[in-house]
């Protein structure tokens, strides 16, 4: 089983639409899937009209009081399955702080599903914190869209020297640029600088409305417009992930 966590410093990157895009497609090409929404604002799970099952469920998933199989749902979509987000996400930090639970802690949870999947997606909540680190060390990859502008250039640097600092494995760390306008001359500059840095797949996502209408269709873009330029530039740079991770 492969975990993949798509995570940034800052919200509004695409995170969340790139998280989606991502095990749709992994789902598509054979691989069983899950997705799970650790992002309290629940936009995953919106996406894919998911409910939690229970109350609270999430945390009662970190504390031990639900089984993390118990909390899975289906898709309409073939091999994907979702965890949804729910409120009490929003405390995860102090409740894991309270119950003293290692950094391995969500490691260990996700054991219980090892052989059920091929990989695992985790949307996660931005920021740094006791849930981050939990997912960063859980992750096999950290999937991290970037918009390039001058102030990612200062995020980037700052998620980079926060996994150095915390011994995570800066191998984990995979970039992508998301929300692209080539028109601007900025955009193109961020780019070509960012690429010598060896870490970003060489296929983006431009800023485009059809990745905007997910939120209308309440499906990814492959599923409701799979000839757009929007589906096209997701499965490049999906097969380039795919390539990447597997590698």
Request: glycine content about 4%; charged content about 25%; some cysteine.
């Amino acid at each position: 089983m492969f975990v993949a966590s798509l995570y940034n410093l800052k919200g509004g990157v695409g995170k969340t639409a790139s998280c989606v895009n991502f095990a749709y497609m992994a789902a598509s090409d054979g691989f069983k899937t899950l997705l799970w929404d650790l992002d309290p604002q629940g936009a995953s799970s919106f996406y894919y009209n998911a409910q939690p099952k229970a109350k609270s469920s999430v945390k009662k998933i970190m504390e031990n009081e639900l089984a993390l199989g118990d909390a899975i749902m289906s898709t309409d979509y073939k091999n994907l399955d979702i965890i949804p987000a729910d409120l009490s996400a929003r405390k995860l930090d102090i409740v894991l702080d309270e119950n003293h639970a290692s950094k391995k802690h969500l490691s260990h949870l996700l054991k219980a599903v090892d052989d059920d999947y091929d990989f695992v997606f985790i949307d996660c909540p931005p920021g740094f914190s006791v849930l981050a680190d939990n997912i960063f060390f859980a992750s096999d990859a950290v999937l991290m869209p970037v918009i390039p502008t001058t102030l990612s250039l200062r995020t980037y640097d700052l998620v980079k020297n926060y996994f150095e600092d915390k011994n995570i494995g800066l191998d984990k760390l995979m970039c992508f640029f998301s929300m692209v306008d080539t028109r601007k001359k900025m955009h193109n500059e961020v780019m070509q600088d960012l690429y010598k840095d060896k870490r970003f797949f060489v296929y983006y996502v431009p800023y485009l409305s059809d990745v905007e209408k997910m939120g209308i269709h309440h499906a990814p873009v492959e599923a409701f417009a799979k000839s757009s330029y929007a589906a096209v530039c997701y499965r490049a740079l999906w097969n380039e992930v795919k390539e990447g991770v597997l590698a």
